[in-house]
């Protein structure tokens, strides 16, 4: 199925249509959050939250830019909300979890070798200060255009290209080191 558009919104079971976005972008948004969070299990509890947002906003979304972008934007005010928050500032969460991807069937070698520079890469990135882990994490990983990126996270596309130039240089020098 295409982009989910306007005309799926007028369906009367909104627990279907809710299940149907799930479905088709719940990977997305959890990564998304991860990139944020850093966490598996507070990315699964705030994606969760995310999506309940979702259910009970569904009546404001009015078509004038894409779901996908819509259900994002909701999701990067959510995780800079957590963010900010005390309870994010106050409680100390244990888990030394680097990154949140699938295993692949290679050789042994390959899988320690790749496991490792992409370990290595995910904690560069992570270490990032936020403005620039959400462009690079967008750019790179989700491969949104920069026109994209700058509407998602609302601010101008030299502000996103500035940033991905900031981010790169800081990430070269984090991997030097």
């Given amino acids: 199925m295409d982009e989910l558009t306007v005309e799926v919104l007028e ?4 627990e279907a249509l ?7 972008y719940g990977q997305e948004i959890l990564q998304l959050v991860y990139s ?14 995310i999506f309940v947002k979702c259910y009970k906003s569904l009546h404001t979304y009015k078509g004038k830019s894409k779901l996908r972008t819509w259900l994002w934007r909701i999701a990067i005010n959510h995780c800079k909300d957590y963010i900010k928050s005390w309870y994010r500032q106050k409680v100390i969460v244990t888990d030394n979890e680097s990154t949140y991807m699938g295993v ?4 042994a070698e390959q899988t320690v070798i790749k496991n490792d520079e992409e370990q290595m ?6 270490n990032l ?6 462009v690079i994490y967008l750019y790179y990983f989700e491969e949104m255009p920069i026109k994209d990126i700058a509407m998602v996270i609302e601010v101008k596309e030299n502000t996103i290209k500035t940033r991905l130039k900031r981010a790169k240089e800081l990430l070269k020098k984090g991997l030097e080191e």
């Fill in 11 to 14: 369906i009367e079971d909104k």
């Fill in 18 to 24: 809710i299940d149907e976005i799930m479905n088709k």
């Fill in 36 to 49: 944020y969070v850093n966490n598996k299990e507070v990315a699964e509890d705030l994606a969760q939250d």
């Fill in 104 to 107: 692949q069937k290679e050789s």
């Fill in 121 to 126: 890469l995910a904690s560069a990135v992570m």
């Fill in 129 to 134: 200060p936020i403005k620039y882990r959400e």
